[in-house]
Structures are given as structure tokens and as C-alpha cells.
Nanobody, 124 residues
Framework: QVQLVESGGGLVQAGDSLTLSCAASGGTFVKLGMGWFRQAPGKEREFIAGISWPSSETAYGESVKGRFTISRDNINDMTYLQMNNLKPEDTAVYRC?????????????????WGPGIQVTVSP
């Protein structure tokens, strides 16, 4: 069973940068496709970024393309989300997700494992 835990969230101002981390344990990290999703109050869960194994191929949601970067460290079982030029509309709970098979996916139903989530708040 894979466990995921996010860290690095918090309160920042518009235009700031923030890096979220996701630590994985309990499974074979290198064979997992990883993703980041977010959900703001009253809104549906939104795909933010995904990264595959072993190719490290990436994909991004339209709202964050060009501002966010996903990466993974297969030695330390970590996934990161570098967020630049943050906007108030980026305010949400961010969750790390993992799926068997290595390939990332764009839909939350394709992921088997989820972290508890972490709050990111961007003030104007």
C-alpha cells in the first residue's frame, strides 16, 4: 500500500513562488505515475500536473501551464510541484496522487493512491 504525504503549502502573495513536495512510502515508487490535483471550495477537483515513469514525460492543466513544473526524484521517492507567479485563483487544497502502471493520467479516477492534501492560499 502506497502512502503519500504532501508538504510545503502555506500563505503567499500573488506573484510569489512555492514548492510542494510529496513523499511516497510503502510501495515501488519508481513504477508509479504521479500527479497533482487541486480543489477550491465549491469547485470540482482539477488536474494540475502529471509525470510518468520511466520517461518522466509530463503534462499540465491549462490554467497552470507555463507557471508550474512537476518533477520526481526516484531515488528518494519524492515528487515536487514548483509553482511560480502564483495567483489568487491558485488558492486551493493540493493533493498528490499515484497510480500503478507508470503512466500519468489526467483524471482523478485513474489514481489509486492519494495524499491527505495541503492548503495553498494566495493573497492578492
Amino acid at each position: 500500500q502506497v502512502q503519500l504525504v504532501e508538504s510545503g503549502g502555506g500563505l503567499v502573495q500573488a506573484g510569489d513562488s512555492l514548492t510542494l513536495s510529496c513523499a511516497a512510502s510503502g510501495g515501488t515508487f519508481v513504477k508509479l505515475g504521479m500527479g497533482w490535483f487541486r480543489q477550491a471550495p465549491g469547485k470540482e477537483r482539477e488536474f494540475i500536473a502529471g509525470i510518468s515513469w520511466p520517461s518522466s514525460e509530463t503534462a499540465y492543466g491549462e490554467s497552470v501551464k507555463g507557471r508550474f513544473t512537476i518533477s520526481r526524484d526516484n531515488i528518494n521517492d519524492m515528487t515536487y510541484l514548483q509553482m511560480n507567479n502564483l495567483k489568487p485563483e491558485d488558492t486551493a487544497v493540493y493533493r498528490c496522487a499515484a497510480r500503478r502502471g507508470g503512466r500519468y493520467a489526467l483524471t482523478d479516477s485513474s489514481f489509486q493512491y492519494w495524499g491527505p492534501g495541503i492548503q495553498v492560499t494566495v493573497s492578492p
